[in-house]
């Protein structure tokens, strides 16, 4: 089993030293269901990735998972974006928009499936926006 940090990112340190090889930093977490919205799982996490001065967005969070993190972090409005995706603007596409666009330091999104293709297009907007990706998914 692999062990992530998120203190000490070698993707980006690749990328700095050699932009013309950017890895990707995506992570993929499967929950079993009902685990979704496991905030004790999820607020480690969380509180990590909420420590650089760019935005968190989350795509397609569960509502009870927003409200408990507000109240229980105290997040500033201004740092945390909450997008909902719609027919013309899937959750892979906000995602990608949102990693490549380099102005969040991370975008989570929960999602029920995602295919190899969705990941690979996720590894890409990461390394371009030197932006780190979580991907929650139910089995």
Do not use: C, D, T
């Given at each position: 089993?692999?062990?992530?940090?998120?203190?000490?990112?070698?993707?980006?340190?690749?990328?700095?030293?050699?932009?013309?090889?950017?890895?990707?930093?995506v992570t993929e977490i499967i929950l079993p269901e009902g685990q979704v919205e496991n905030f004790q799982l999820l607020l480690p996490m969380l509180t990590q990735l909420n420590q650089e001065k760019r935005w968190l967005a989350w795509i397609d969070p569960p509502q009870s998972l927003v409200s408990k993190w507000q109240k229980m972090r105290g997040i500033v409005a201004g740092e945390l974006l909450v997008l909902r995706s719609t027919p013309e603007h899937p959750a892979g596409e906000l995602a990608e928009r949102a990693l490549s666009a380099g102005t969040c330091h991370a975008v989570i999104m929960w999602t029920r499936k995602l295919g190899r293709k969705s990941l690979a297009a996720l590894e890409q907007a990461s390394a371009q926006g030197n932006s780190h990706g979580v991907v929650l998914r139910q089995r």
């Open positions: 089993m692999e062990q992530l940090s998120f203190n000490q990112n070698l993707a980006y340190a690749n990328a700095a030293a050699n932009p013309s090889q950017a890895i990707g930093n």
